[in-house]
């Protein structure tokens, strides 16, 4: 992945997750497998980790450990209300950036056929 697209997923990761997490709750590698899943197969297991720890502190997800199989219990990630406030914030963002870059685009498009 080039360094743009790297620069650019940093940004908007976070919303990522917590569109996945809308959808249903999951433990960390589940996250990471739908992250994968959806494109985005060359983020580290490491990065989402991180993520969910800050988004844990940020008090956007309810965590509940659940016992596992295989070794400890896992920490299971429901997107809660602030966790959903922010996501429908993510979400105008998102649709005002996209808007206007594609507008940015198109005039550029526009200004090389010219």
């Not at 990522?16 to 996250?31: D, F, R, S, T």
């Not at 990471?32 to 502190?57: C, K, N, S």
């Not at 896992?74 to 594609?102: C, M, P, S």
């Amino acid at each position: 992945m080039g360094k743009q697209m790297t620069e650019m997923l940093k940004g908007t990761l976070e919303g990522i997750v917590l569109a996945l997490l809308a959808e249903q709750p999951a433990y960390g590698y589940e996250i990471t497998t739908r992250i994968r899943d959806h494109g985005f197969t060359d983020i580290a297991e490491g990065t989402i980790y991180a993520l969910l720890v800050r988004i844990e502190q940020k008090h956007l997800v309810d965590v509940e450990k659940v016992p596992s199989e295989k070794g400890p219990p896992r920490k299971v990630y429901t997107l809660n209300t602030q966790g959903q406030q922010e996501l429908e914030e993510f979400w105008k963002t998102w649709d005002f950036l996209a808007q206007h870059i594609a507008q940015l685009k198109q005039t550029n498009t526009d200004n090389k056929e010219n």
